[in-house]
């Protein structure tokens, strides 16, 4: 164990953290003996968990060797300066203690004080930032490394957890005990209380995770991002290293006000701007712990899923139903077998049934080893097949469930691909079953649906999508023109002519227009328009012109445009804009918001009124490409239209993909002086996609 400490020190590709998270000593301060205290849990979970560091207890009231434990009386009397400090005082004393173990030469160090008073938790901070050392909390429950037997804890937790492949950041500490303490089924290397990050972010611990060797899968719990470029960053890593980040963020439901002036503004939430930047760089989003624990387990098994979709064997006509219902809610395939393949699962089951996906192979229950042996490895050998699930109510002490425990071994050792076992009840009596499958590599998760829903995380990886996903398009100088428009909006409030000018310099079509301050000049631009034409109000301030009254479509003649004019101006400004009228048969939007933690999200949705009331919308983060889009799209339920709906034509999607992608690239050029942005509707006929209607809400920044 030794020479496997030194080799993770000297080996770790992010040294600064290894004091910290593989440290080759611990002063523990606050260390105890008496009975029931935290000071004596921190030193019994440190000595039992296995570390073969350095332990120094440090605490005045035990100075010297007492029950064979050698105590300090401080900090400063160590033989050598530790390479962590676990500050376990009370809170009005842990500022001090860490302020001593600074002195006395620490290199890292962990405080598990609640430290409400901001001032206080600010004065921690700044201590170990000014000393350059990195730190977990305050208001942390510590850290488990299992590699190394690591155990800094003030609580009493399993000892006989066996390391895995689950790397965990966790920014609630009950969440930690409930993963920890209750489940053997998850196998972890490292589990961190990362506490207030005072300091060090769960961006900087999921760097580090990601370099430890033994690393599968990595899952995190977040209240908050407090290092949104360096998170992304490290998720961008974890993309390449093809290393999966489960996600479960909490604070979802705050919807964001930021710029409610524009469409997109009001409807896009702080959590769907999260939500797109970090499954843009290929993490998976959870919504419970459950998921969160069953989508950990399903990808600690290490094998990729790469196919069609799912196979699934179960002893029960009903479930089996269950399921087909389950998967076709959440959207997760079955795999279409081959002719060959059906042919070879009906020659092991009983006379009289029938092979299917998914598979009822009980029958009387005569030689069922066998045909189940037979049938899932012929399941798993089709090459649409990407995963197996083995579909029990899985409970130990139950011959026929130990039966299919020695054939779910079996066919596990000669498969490829992913073979996972699932309860369809999530109150099964199966942990140490669960336990035994673990340590063949074999996750069993509890419930159809967190089953499904971890599965649909693994089939994700698999598609060809998802690269493309996680790998944004490489970054573009900015457009040419881009610098000018910044300085034209930072300068004036532009109107919808500039605007269209703006998108022209882009390459996103829009309709013919010209200005008018008069009714002569509106008939004369209509005139060289070509009937029919829109007429726009261009008067300040009027973000939103139809709810104003100030837009006149379809007319048709020098009468209707005079008459039209004559009501605007009367109404609202001289100032019109003529353009021509863009037929088509369905109307997008696009919109951009700029959020201050990840930058410009763009949503993609059903246009006009729809926009507002329709709950049909994606959010990507800028800039993309128009392939990237266009594999989105389908994911809108308006897409039905685009692709030509009860025998009317296919409409131009790779023109709105393409539309969008440049919308994209504007908006990120000009993240640093606008807020929001709007183009809507975005007409879109057989042949193009017109941007008919631009707002621009200009930054704080920006003026």
Known sequence: MKGRLSGIFMGSVNPSLAPLLAPASVALIGASLRPDSYGLVLYEMLKAGGYQGAIYPVNPGYAGTSDDVTFYG???????????????????????????????????????????????????????????????????????????????????????????????????????????????????????????????????????????????????????????????????EAARRNIPVVILKVGRSEASARMAMSHTGAIVGNYEVFRAAVESRGAHLVTTLDEMAATLAVFSQGREAVGGGIATIHDSGGERELIADLAEDLDVPFARLSPETYAEIQACLEPGMEPDNPLDAWGTGH?????????????LKDDNVAAGLYMMDWRQNYYLHEMHEKVLYSVAETATKPVIAASNYALTDNREMASRMADRNIPLVEGTREALIAVRHLLSRGRSDHASKARPPDEMPDHPASASWQKRIASSQLAEDDLLGL???????????DVATTREEAVAAAMRIGFPVVLKTLAEGVHHKTEAGGVKVGLEDKDAVASAYDDLSHRLSERVLVASLVRGDVEMALGAVNDPDFGM??????????????????????????????????????????????GKPRLCIEGFA??????????????????????????VNENSAFAVDVLIIPSDKAS
């Open 367 to 379: 030689g069922a080893d066998q045909i189940f042996a037979r049938s899932f490895t012929v399941m």
């Open 74 to 236: 401080s900090v400063g009397e160590l033989p050598a300066a530790p390479d962590h400090s676990v500050i376990a005082v009370a809170t009005e004393r842990a500022a001090a203690a860490l302020e001593d173990a600074i002195k006395a030469g620490t290199k890292a160090a962990t405080v598990f004080a609640d430290t409400h008073d901001t001032a206080m938790k600010d004065r921690i901070g700044d201590m170990a930032r000014e000393a350059g050392i990195p730190l977990i909390g305050p208001n942390s429950m510590g850290l488990h490394n299992l590699d190394l037997g690591l155990r800094i804890t003030p609580f009493p937790m399993p000892l006989d957890l066996k390391p895995g492949g689950i790397a965990a950041i966790i920014q609630s500490g009950s969440v930690l005990g409930a993963l920890v303490n209750n489940d053997r089924r998850l196998r972890f290397n490292t589990v961190i209380s990362t506490g207030a990050e005072a300091v060090t972010s769960a961006a900087d611990f999921l760097k580090w995770v990601l370099d430890q060797p033994s690393t599968r899968v990595v899952g995190l719990f977040l209240e908050a991002v407090r290092d949104p470029d360096g998170f992304i960053d490290a998720l961008e």
């Open 658 to 683: 393409e539309t969008a992608a440049r919308f994209s690239r504007l908006v990120h050029d000009l993240r640093g002086c606008i807020a929001s942005a709007d183009i809507n509707p975005v007409i």
């Open 503 to 513: 998108l022209r310099d882009y390459s996103i079509p829009v309709p013919e227009t």
């Open 601 to 646: 999200a763009v949503m993609i949705s059903a246009g006009g009124v729809g926009v507002e009331l329709l709950d049909d919308k994606i959010i990507m983060m800028a800039p993309f490409s128009a392939d990237q889009a266009l594999a989105r799209l389908s994911g809108l339920k308006i897409h039905r239209l685009l692709e030509g709906y009860r």
